[in-house]
């Protein structure tokens, strides 16, 4: 994926067999031409270009080439693994103007797809059909109006990062503690007052970030998050760390500041 924000422009990228040199522009033509249209570096427009028909056969000069304006397209051709939806009309109301782009019903059927960016656009809801991207890796929702995720999101079992940062949890989405092989999960700047014991399931977190909350005390089950390097606490109401949080003994960073705590 491309992630700059100053480009704008057109990239063409030629896919399968040669197939000859155009007499006309004295370029070499392929089985197909993909066509990424960039906007600030947020792919916008995509298409493809199918040319086998159209040289499959010399005699036949007026056939036209076949064009998918089908963004699914490009990750089947395993060119782009990440997507990040920066629109504006997406910020203002994803779910209505959802309804009736082409983008948006396209995005689900992108089985490659590793890592998805849903932040900032005013998402007040997960859509349903993201259990349908099972291959996503690294999952941004933050900056949003979420205080609930779906079921589906049980099956995004490749699952590594999770930002649920600055939404309106006002308690911690239990189905989250199915993802098992999370490495990282940021829920900080929520309204959650405490952490339910399936917490202690996520053994492969590295990072938890649950500062600016209103938990006032931390689940015991914490204690068997072995593998925690970083555990974020700050901006809370906790007035005791339970004694379980010694057996994090790779723990590197511990940040409590601005509770409670004696």
Same mark, same amino acid.
């Given at each position: 994926s491309i992630f700059a924000s100053w480009f704008s422009g057109e990239i063409i990228l030629d896919k399968g067999e040669w197939l000859e040199v155009s007499n006309q522009l004295g370029?070499?033509?392929?089985?197909?031409?993909?066509?990424?249209?960039?906007?600030?570096?947020?792919?916008?427009?995509?298409?493809?270009?199918?040319?086998?028909?159209? &040289?499959?056969?010399? +005699?036949?000069?007026? @056939?036209?080439?076949? !064009?998918?304006?089908k963004l699914c397209n490009l990750w089947e051709l395993g060119l782009i693994t990440g997507l990040r939806i920066r629109d504006s009309h997406w910020d203002n109301n994803f779910q209505k &103007?959802?309804?009736? +782009?082409?983008l948006? @019903?396209?995005?689900? !059927?992108?089985?490659?797809?590793e890592d998805l960016d849903f932040s900032q656009i005013n998402l007040k809801e997960v859509p349903d059909q993201i259990s349908q991207l099972t291959n996503l890796k690294k999952l941004k929702l933050d900056c949003n109006e979420l205080s609930s995720l779906p079921n589906e999101i049980n099956n995004l079992s490749e699952l590594e990062k999770l930002d649920l940062g600055l939404n309106k949890f006002n308690e911690f989405p239990?189905?989250?503690?199915?993802?098992t092989k999370l490495r990282k999960l940021?829920?900080?700047?929520?309204?959650m007052e405490k952490l339910p014991n399936s917490i202690g399931q996520l053994t492969q977190l590295k990072t938890l970030k649950l500062s600016g909350n209103k938990l006032s005390e931390i689940n015991s089950n914490i204690?068997?998050?072995i593998k925690l390097t970083e555990l974020e606490l700050s901006g809370n109401q906790i007035c005791e760390i339970p004694p379980e949080i010694k057996n994090l003994t790779q723990l590197k960073n511990l940040n409590i500041h601005v509770n409670k705590v004696n």
């Open positions: 370029q070499d033509i392929f089985e197909e031409q993909v066509t990424l249209k960039f906007k600030n570096g947020t792919l916008v427009e995509s298409s493809i270009i199918d040319n086998t028909k159209k &040289y499959c056969d010399k +005699n036949i000069n007026t @056939h036209e080439p076949a !064009k998918k304006n &103007y959802s309804k009736d +782009n082409e948006y @019903h396209d995005i689900w !059927k992108m089985a490659k797809l239990q189905i989250v503690t199915k993802l940021d829920i900080s700047l929520n309204e204690g068997k998050l």
